[in-house]
């Protein structure tokens, strides 16, 4: 089972408006990522876990808080969001000791109004 | 300079061709390199990942690396209508004991019934 689910697959949100998104991944993978994607282009990292713990933040605004409660599971808390925030989050997992090679959720469509 | 650089296309080819999706890099310090395909509103998905230079298969797919010209490609045969998506180059180096990936910006490839 290579599957990584992500939920909402859709959000719209005001800018005052405080939302999560939730991302779940059973394959005994102890890293995972969070990932930002604007229309026509990459992905662009935003933070990795390891063993549960924060270990990479790419500078990311603080409107933007993530939670890993436990291994399996990845929270993305929104608050105080910019339209400019509008994007498709992706949630990502991988073996440590394989990084390189990275399993995508489907992504929630995320629109701040 | 872009650390990988990968024409965006878009590429039109016949159903049944062979196609030909290529990438360019400048970063000596990348040791994988992956290609994933991405479905219009869908997470990426790995199809391949490579470690050495040299070519590897799997079914219609060929994965080729030259670390010599810093020059990776995706062969597809004969081309299937279900291929249309955008296919993304991603690479990856140690970056303070974590395998940093950097995506390429995507192919969008058509095959045309």
């Known amino acids: 089972d290579t599957e990584v689910t992500q939920t909402p697959k859709h959000l719209v949100m005001g800018m005052t408006n405080k939302k999560s998104l939730k991302c779940e991944q059973h394959m005994g993978h102890r890293a995972m990522y969070w990932y930002k994607q604007k229309a026509k282009k990459p992905p662009e990292l935003m933070f990795v876990y390891s063993y549960e713990k924060l270990s990479i933040n790419e500078s990311v605004p603080s409107r933007f808080s993530p939670e890993c409660p436990n291994s399996s599971l990845l929270n993305l808390h929104l608050h105080a969001l910019q339209p400019e925030d509008s994007a498709l989050y992706l949630c990502?997992?991988?073996?440590?000791?394989?990084?390189?090679?990275?399993?995508f959720g489907p992504g929630t469509r995320l629109l701040v109004l | 300079q872009k650390e990988v650089e990968q024409d965006p296309g878009p590429l039109s080819v016949p159903e049944g061709a062979i196609v030909s999706l290529n990438c360019t890099y400048s970063?000596?310090?990348?040791?994988?390199f992956m290609w994933y395909r991405q479905y219009s509103r869908k997470g990426p998905e790995l199809l391949m990942y490579?470690?050495?230079?040299g070519n590897k298969e799997d079914g219609r797919f060929t994965a080729q690396v030259d670390k010599s010209s810093k020059y990776i490609s995706l062969f597809i045969r004969d081309s299937q209508p279900s291929d249309s998506a955008t296919y993304l180059c991603a690479m990856s180096a140690n970056s303070g004991g974590y395998q940093k990936v950097t995506f390429g910006t995507g192919t969008k490839l058509q095959v045309i019934p």
């Open positions: 970063n000596s310090a990348f040791q994988y």
């Open positions: 490579t470690y050495s230079s």
């Open positions: 990502a997992s991988s073996q440590l000791e394989s990084q390189e090679t990275q399993y």
